[in-house]
Structures are given as structure tokens and as C-alpha cells.
């Protein structure tokens, strides 16, 4: 008889998780409290727009492709990616002119080198570093299902650590190789993907530059959301069962091992549980105290990344200032951290970022116009009345307006929503509203975060991006190969292969 697993929730992780476990021959359920798959990475339309809720942008391309290529499938038959060009563009408060990052480098040395002449011998040194952490990360830890610190002692880890600056401060790092403040800001900007600050993370992450600079920005036509509808697809035909608007209330639990779950319609028995749910909501809510790793002394010490303050806008005119994916940075700009870790109110000064993909994708908009995903980083934990919130709008239209020369901007809009912490919260169950939730500094990396699996609760495991590797989309395709390794007792860092799972149609 097949054993039977429920995964709860069907963001990235959990999609991943299912398919996994789904193509070893479990029998798989996944439970959604929503009307429909994506968790963050929902997508809905309104008067002919099509808007992608969460993740934006499509990085890391190697990362997607093995995950399609483990489980049998070639990615050209589900995604039709597009290389971009510009890969973005930014504005500066303290500079009159927007610079636009090629993901060429021989292209975007001109712009290091009109900032700071000389720089690019230094910054060639700096990205050959960066691919190397990238590389041997990938080889060695990012895939690894950490217990210990001890999981660290492995010969490319200790070359890694003694040869590159790696727990040292990313923001000293940097700066001991580009001294102009806009040139720090352009290779600073990518942690926040990660959910944290360059004053806090570790060096290590200047792997996230090589990714940037080397590797490209893609876009999958159709929105992002194509590529949680392929995992959905991909799910289904490999049996995967879905019960959409379905909350979990309780995780069951029989001496000590986890038999499956109570939602709102039945209970679900079940071999395995695999929460792709937000892990404190997890740990707080569906368990009993008795058998939760960590208390609300631990989940109020942790550093959450940033909520956000979101305009989904429909727009009745295209901006030919505007690329796919727009940056403004504040000149501020170590302030305008603490303000969205720190803070306990919407920044005043912040920086911000605006995803228009009918720049490369007309059918994610009427013909003529634009559709715009902005994205105001804020502090979590926030109240905010109708009034706050209307007032922070009209504030955050006219910045656009005046930086950005989209004039007419306001005029122009004939679909809104506004999107919050609260709404983080209540869609999601995010702790605190955060985005994207545990940031990753030092003291929440690898060993440091919250495990794929859990120390007070045989066979409940954990994937998405509160436990390793970390979050965005390609960090949770990677948590769910950590989970399927600790259910069957692999333990090397490297990417899950095919010798490791011996799926038979692989």
C-alpha cells in the first residue's frame, strides 16, 4: 500500500514537495486554504489586466532547470522565457540621471567605470569571488539538510570559508572594492530579494551579484505565474490530489509522529505532513505547545524581512520611461533600511521598486496599456487606517510622477488595488505580515534557520521560504529537495540527482 502524505499549502514549496514525493510513489494530497495554487505567487486580473501578486522576477535559471530536469520534464515545454534587456533600470534620488543594467558586463562597465574610473579591474576580481561562492555553495550547502554546525566541516566548505570573505559584513565587503555610494547601492539592491540588509547580511551573499551580472534576468511570457501553473500541471499529471479552500487547523499528532490533519471540512489521515504554510503559523497554530520546536519568545526575537505596501494598477497609457523591472533608490539609503527593519511606520523616504511586464508581455494588459506591480518596502507589524493608506498612495503616485516623468500617471488609472501587511497576513497567515518572511542575516542562515524537518515530531517536515535555503521562488524549489533528502536519508549538499531518487521515468 502506497504511503500517503498531506502537504499543506501550495506556493512553490509545497508544489515542488508534492511532485517529489508524488514521483517516488507516495499518494499526495495537498490542502490549500485559497481558492486556488501559487500561495505568493498568486496571479488574478481585473478590466482586462493580469497581475502577478508576489515574485516578479525570474533568476537563477540553472536552479529551475535542474528541478524540471529531476523530475522528467523539459522546461521549453512548459515556460517560454525571455532574456531582458535592460534587465532593469534605476533612478537615484542624488543622481539626475537613470543608469540601465544589461546583465552584460561588458556593457554595464561603462556605467561602473563613468561613476568610478578604474573600477572595473576591481570589480572583475570582486564577480569572479562571487561566482566562485555561487558555485561551491551550490556544490556543497545551499542543497544541504543542515543538523549542526558540524555540517560545515566538508573540504570545498572550509576552502570556501578560508579563502573568500563570507561571514563578514556584505556592506564592509563591498565596500573594500567600490568606494562611489551609487556603485555600492547597484550591487547592495539584490538582498533584498533575500529580505534583509547589506548592513546585516554576510559576505557570502555577494553571490547574489554574480547571479545579477552573469547570469541574466528572464521573464516566462505569460506572467511569472506560468511557473506555478507548470508545477500545478506537473503535479496533477503525476496524481497529485488538491482540496482548494480547505484551512488546516490542526496538525494531528499520536505518540510523538505526525498522522495527518484536521481542516475545516474532515479529517485527513495521513503516512507523512509536509507544511508549506508559514512556519511560525505552523508551530504556533497547528500544534500543540507540547510539540512545538520553538515558543513566541523565539518568533518575537527573530528578524522578519520587510512587509510591503503594494499598487496593483491598470493603466490606460504606456510610459516610455519605463522598463520591465524600475528601481528608485533613496539617498538615504542606510537609513531607509533601519526605517523598514527598525521602524514601527511607513518610510517616509523610501525606496521603491516598479515591475511593468506589458513592457515585454502585451497579454498581460489591453492593447495600449500598461499594467504596474509597485512595491514600497515597509517595516512589518504595521496598523494602518483608510486614511494612512490613501495618503501613502497619493504620496507614492506623485514620487512616481515627478521621478520617474510618468506624467498623467493618476489621471490615467482605471484599475487599483492596494495590497498591505494585513493583507500579507490574512491571505497567507505571514507572521507579522512580513513579505517574504525570516530575513536571512547571518543568524538566520543555514544551520541558523528553522529545519525542513521537525525535533519534537516524527515524519512533520517543513519546505518554502522560512526554512533552508531561504526564500525566493528558486531557494523553495531547493527546500522541498531538502525535505525529500531527510525523508529518505540522503544527507550531502549537493543538488538532488537522479542516482538519488531513481524515479522511473527519469
Known amino acids: 500500500m502506497k504511503k500517503k502524505v498531506i502537504v499543506i499549502g501550495s506556493g512553490a514549496g509545497g508544489l515542488s514537495t508534492a511532485i517529489l514525493l508524488a514521483k517516488k510513489g507516495y499518494e499526495v494530497t495537498v490542502v490549500e486554504k485559497n481558492a486556488s495554487f501559487g500561495g505568493r505567487g498568486a496571479v488574478f486580473s481585473a478590466n482586462g489586466f493580469q497581475f502577478d501578486m508576489g515574485p516578479s522576477w525570474y533568476l537563477m535559471p540553472d536552479i529551475f532547470e535542474h528541478f524540471f530536469s529531476l523530475i522528467g520534464e523539459n522546461i521549453n515545454d ?62 556543497t ?131 507523512i505532513v509536509v507544511s508549506n504554510a508559514d512556519y511560525q503559523f505552523t508551530e504556533m497554530q497547528l500544534l500543540d505547545k507540547k510539540y512545538r520546536q520553538f515558543g513566541e519568545k523565539y518568533w518575537r526575537s527573530r528578524t522578519m524581512a520587510p512587509s510591503g505596501f503594494i499598487l ?94 510618468t506624467e498623467g500617471l493618476e489621471e490615467n488609472i482605471v484599475y487599483e488595488r492596494i495590497f498591505t501587511g494585513r493583507d500579507f497576513s490574512s491571505l497567507y497567515n505571514a507572521y507579522k505580515g512580513s513579505a517574504l518572511g525570516l530575513a536571512q542575516n547571518l543568524t538566520q542562515t543555514a544551520v541558523f534557520r528553522p529545519k525542513t524537518q521537525s525535533t519534537k515530531v516524527k515524519n512533520l517536515y517543513y519546505s518554502g521560504a522560512n526554512t533552508n535555503p531561504g526564500t525566493g521562488v528558486p531557494m523553495c524549489l531547493i527546500s522541498s529537495q531538502i525535505v525529500y533528502k531527510r525523508i529518505h536519508g540522503i544527507t550531502h549538499g549537493r543538488p538532488l540527482s537522479h542516482e538519488d531518487t531513481k524515479f522511473e521515468s527519469a
Open 312 to 405: 496593483y494598477l491598470g493603466i490606460k497609457k504606456q510610459f516610455k520611461e519605463l522598463v520591465h523591472h524600475n528601481l528608485f533608490f533613496a539617498e538615504q539609503w542606510k537609513e531607509s533600511f533601519e526605517a523598514i527593519f527598525k521602524g514601527q511606520k511607513l518610510p517616509q523616504s523610501p525606496s521603491y521598486y516598479i515591475c511593468a511586464p506589458s513592457k515585454t508581455d502585451p497579454s498581460v494588459a489591453p492593447k495600449g496599456c500598461e499594467n504596474l506591480f509597485v512595491l514600497v518596502p515597509t517595516a512589518t507589524n504595521l496598523t494602518l487606517d483608510k486614511k494612512t493608506i490613501k495618503n501613502y498612495r497619493d504620496k507614492i503616485i506623485n514620487h512616481i510622477t515627478a521621478t520617474m516623468d
Open 78 to 139: 512548459y515556460l517560454n522565457l525571455k532574456r531582458l534587456n535592460p534587465s532593469y533600470k534605476i533612478w537615484f534620488e542624488e543622481h539626475p540621471q537613470p543608469v540601465k543594467m544589461t546583465s552584460d558586463l561588458k556593457r554595464d562597465a561603462q556605467i561602473f567605470e563613468s561613476f568610478e574610473p578604474g573600477v572595473m579591474k576591481k570589480i572583475n576580481i570582486y564577480l569572479k569571488e562571487a561566482a566562485a561562492k555561487y558555485n561551491i555553495s551550490k556544490q
Open 141 to 271: 550547502f545551499i542543497y544541504k539538510p543542515f543538523n549542526s554546525v558540524l555540517d560545515f566541516i566538508d573540504r570545498r566548505t572550509l576552502f570556501l570559508w578560508t579563502k573568500f570573505s563570507v561571514i563578514s559584513s556584505f556592506h564592509k565587503h563591498i565596500a573594500s572594492f567600490v568606494k562611489h555610494p551609487l556603485l555600492r547601492k547597484i550591487l547592495q539592491y539584490p538582498l533584498v530579494f533575500l529580505g534583509t540588509s547589506p548592513y546585516k547580511a554576510p559576505a557570502v551573499y555577494s553571490l547574489m551579484n554574480h547571479i545579477d551580472f552573469e547570469m541574466g534576468v528572464f521573464y516566462p511570457m505569460g506572467g511569472m505565474t506560468k511557473v506555478f501553473e507548470s508545477l500545478f500541471r506537473i503535479a496533477e499529471k503525476n496524481g497529485v490530489k488538491f482540496l482548494f479552500n480547505t484551512p488546516v487547523n490542526k496538525i494531528l499528532v499520536e505518540n510523538k509522529k505526525a498522522i495527518g490533519v484536521s481542516t475545516t471540512k474532515a479529517k485527513l489521515m495521513a503516512d
